[in-house]
């Protein structure tokens, strides 16, 4: 069967076929999914952006206290010269 038969079959059924009856309340349910799931994406967004705050919060704190920029000291003494 190649598509342009595929196509004709499907035509043809659903000529034959009355349209699906929707129930009366699937609005107002489809509605009240998309609130909800658009709700959760809000709370993950914040989730993320709270917890990415708090790492650079964290990161900033330790950058202060252990000063990686600096040169550590050095653990060996200079050469004594002249003697």
Request: charged share 25%.
């Amino acid at each position: 069967m190649n598509l342009s038969e595929r196509e004709a079959a499907v035509r043809r059924m659903l000529e034959q076929a009355p349209p699906p009856v929707v129930p009366p309340d699937l609005y107002g349910e489809v509605v009240r999914r998309g609130r909800r799931v658009q709700r959760r994406g809000r709370a993950v967004r914040r989730l993320l952006w709270l917890a990415l705050l708090a790492a650079a919060v964290v990161f900033a704190v330790w950058a202060v206290t252990a000063r990686p920029w600096v040169e550590p000291p050095s653990d060996t003494t200079p050469p004594l010269t002249g003697w």
